[in-house]
């Protein structure tokens, strides 16, 4: 377990120790903010919650269904409100296919306005006939999840692109989010590439800034932009993959790059499922490698 602390003045400081790490909310769980990065290989899942409510940024692929109903579970099975699909590979929305029934889900599929959400229906198994759709782009907001703020910032709705965006281009063109709970953020990055990138450093800026971040399309060399990370300049990076994947994530400029900012870092190949929580002032992360 390692404790990663983001404050940024003497008032954080002061509250910082007012307040009891152990607050209860109504649930009975420790008040503040979950956020999981499930092992599902070489895919990428996420799981936020917030006392009994939760919000998905993909599910994996079809084998990781084992690994995300565990990390559910240990999330306490909330009741899910939204499930963003980044984009439709089968590395991010395969596992809607296997998603259990008993799952307490509403039903809403966030994608982004550029996807093919009949393509997506069509991967959602016994959901298929239950499922709504919402799409967004960048500035709209995912969900408010009591307290977590989920804001869409990439890709913008107005791009003069085809729709949907053909196989080439559901890389770069996936959605993006920060997430934010009081004094801390992660930025969820999915599969964009350099280009999507250099537009959201020209866009945001610093306020990409975040504690966390999941490195983009599980560490590959075609998706990293310094000038992204320097504004983003997170603390910890978590990167989703494999271990025996055949694209050599993570690459060696990705690592040696996060290296050279002492950014701690944190792999699914490696910890498993990896596990962050917030009670507004400092992240405690923790690790479940169950293989």
Not at 70 to 95: C, E, F, L, N, V
Not at 230 to 255: F, R
Request: hydrophobic share 40%; glycine share 8%; proline share 3%.
């Amino acid at each position: 377990m390692r404790v990663r602390i983001s404050v940024s003045s003497l008032a954080s400081v002061f509250a910082l120790i007012c307040v009891s790490c152990t607050t209860q909310s109504p649930s009975g769980r420790a008040a503040g903010f979950r956020f999981t990065v499930v092992d599902v290989g070489e895919g990428l899942s996420q799981i936020g919650t917030v006392g009994g409510d939760a919000v998905a940024w993909d599910v994996g692929d079809t084998g990781a269904a084992g690994n995300w109903i565990r990390a559910y579970a240990q999330a306490g099975a909330p009741y899910i409100r939204s499930i963003a699909i980044s984009h439709s590979h089968a590395d991010h929305m395969g596992g809607l296919m296997t998603l259990p029934d008993s799952i307490r889900f509403s039903g809403e599929i966030v994608s982004s306005v550029f996807e093919d959400t009949a393509l997506i229906r069509e991967n959602c198994g016994s959901w298929a006939a239950r499922v709504r759709f919402r799409t967004i782009g960048q500035g709209d907001t995912m969900a408010n999840l009591n307290g977590v703020t989920v804001q869409c910032v990439w890709p913008p709705k107005d791009l003069a692109i085809t729709t949907p965006v053909s196989d080439d281009y559901k890389n770069t063109y996936s959605l993006c989010f920060i997430a934010r709970y009081q004094s801390n953020s992660v930025l969820i990055t999915s599969d964009i590439d350099t280009v999507a990138e250099q537009a959201l450093a020209a866009t945001y800026g610093f306020s990409l800034l975040s504690d966390i971040i999941v490195v983009p399309h599980h560490g590959s060399s075609g998706s990293v932009n310094p000038v992204f990370y320097g504004y983003a300049a997170p603390s910890t990076a978590i990167i989703s993959c494999s271990s025996d994947n055949e694209y050599g994530h993570p690459a060696a400029n990705v690592l040696a790059m996060l290296f050279q900012m002492r950014v701690t870092l944190y792999q699914t190949s490696r910890e498993g499922t990896i596990t962050a929580f917030t009670n507004g002032y400092y992240w405690t992360v923790s690790e479940e490698y169950a293989k």
